[in-house]
């Protein structure tokens, strides 16, 4: 399976991100378990934001719940992220990611990620 993020590279703060992950190789309604977002801001370690199994179940971070929202584009082949309200604390490079589990322990593939900069 292969996963590409795609979005804009820089967002002002208080604006909503948005990315999107496309999915090749594998289906998002049938293999894993979880299909996954995760971040990493510059110089910290891996946080999980959410994921979507292949029910098309939702499971968010409790500590980015009321900002966040994730959905697919099952004909696509793809799901989504949207971040509201950021701020420069959501600087990060952003990952979409399989999985088993939720949270960060048992990730799979992921994709090479993506640099966001919220930034005015």
């Known amino acids: 399976v292969q996963l590409q993020e795609s979005g804009p590279g820089l967002v002002k703060p208080s604006q909503t991100l948005s990315l999107t992950c496309t999915v090749s190789?594998?289906?998002?309604?049938?293999?894993?378990?979880?299909w996954t977002w995760i971040r990493q801001p510059p110089g910290k370690g891996l946080e999980w934001v959410g994921a979507i199994d292949t029910s098309g179940s939702i499971y968010y971070s409790p500590s980015l719940k009321s900002r966040t929202f994730i959905s697919r584009n099952t004909p696509k082949n793809q799901f989504t992220l949207q971040l509201s309200s950021v701020t420069p604390e959501d600087t990060a490079v952003y990952y979409c990611?399989?999985?088993?589990?939720?949270?960060?322990?048992?990730?799979?593939?992921r994709g090479q990620g993506t640099l966001v900069t919220v930034s005015s």
């Open positions: 990611a399989t999985s088993y589990g939720l949270g960060l322990s048992q990730l799979g593939a």
């Open positions: 190789g594998g289906s998002i309604t049938t293999d894993y378990y979880y």
